[in-house]
């Protein structure tokens, strides 16, 4: 089915996923629900003569239709709670992810990127407005900030949509699965610019980006990304029983970036 954006996130197609499957849940109660209002209208009709019947309740029809939905609440819940995870979990932030800053305000977003100096949060940062730039060879982990309202950070094609609230840091990672340009906006009425709130994200080849990069007067040149972490790197000692999970993992390299120390 394509009735999505395409999908350029390398979660987006778990999110689709799961879409789809609501999708058909609920397509098939509305269907059901239409097909008996449509049946009883027409069955229980006016008839000259026929007396009305009333009735107050059947509880085995009403437990019933409560567990039913219930069921289908806690199954939607058990399928979600992987992508959730992987995606919102801090800890599941992929360490090697490039990070910039953005922060919202009516009506426009401001991108920041590491200057000269390496670091984001310092003087030499260079900032650019409705552009957010990224490279297509790695994660990225975005901080969301916002100067006035609750905006939300929205890339359609990348099936990632955060709030950014005022006064708190929001991380929000994701890598691309091709190069081009995509749409941004604000996905949370902010305003009466509200609908003039968007831009493009770029996605660039490694190459590209370090081309970008230095065509801003930004940070240094990302180096080629360093594989995932394989069992082999990991020392003899720390190779045994608890160790060997799926994916490294990240913890203390992604947390909300108050510290502005991202490599
Ligand atoms: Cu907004």
């Known amino acids: 089915m394509g009735w999505l954006p395409e999908a350029v996130s390398t979660y987006a197609d778990r999110i689709d996923g799961i879409f789809y499957l609501i999708l058909v849940i609920t397509g098939v109660i509305f269907v059901v629900v239409e097909a008996v209002l449509l049946l009883f209208v027409f069955k229980y009709r ?33 399928l979600s709670i992987g992508p959730w995870l992987e995606i919102r979990n801090q800890a599941n932030i992929p360490a090697d992810a490039y990070a910039i800053d953005l922060t919202a305000k009516q009506f426009e977003w401001n991108a920041s990127y ?65 190069t081009g340009e995509f749409t941004l906006a604000c996905a949370e009425l902010c305003g009466t610019g509200h609908t003039r709130m968007g831009g493009r994200l770029i996605v660039h080849s490694a190459e590209d980006f370090n081309a970008w990069l230095q065509s801003e007067g930004a940070g240094p040149p990302l180096g080629p990304r360093v594989a995932e972490a394989s069992a082999e790197d990991i020392p003899d000692q720390e190779a ?4 060997p999970s799926e994916r490294p993992v990240a913890v203390g390299t992604a947390s909300p970036s108050t510290d502005h120390d991202h490599p």
């Open 46 to 78: 006016h008839r000259e003569g026929r007396a009305a019947h009333y009735t107050h309740g059947n509880t085995k029809v009403e437990i019933v239709w409560t567990a039913i939905p219930a069921l289908l609440c806690v199954l939607i819940g058990v």
């Open 240 to 243: 045994s029983a608890d160790v």
């Open 114 to 178: 590491p200057g000269p100096d390496g670091r984001l949060g310092t003087a030499d940062d260079v900032i650019k407005r409705n552009q957010i730039h990224i490279p297509g060879d790695r994660p990225v982990v975005v901080t969301l900030r916002s100067e006035d309202v609750i905006h939300s950070f929205f890339l359609p094609e990348f099936r990632v949509k955060q709030d950014a609230v005022p006064g708190m840091e929001i991380p929000v990672w994701f890598q691309a699965t091709r």
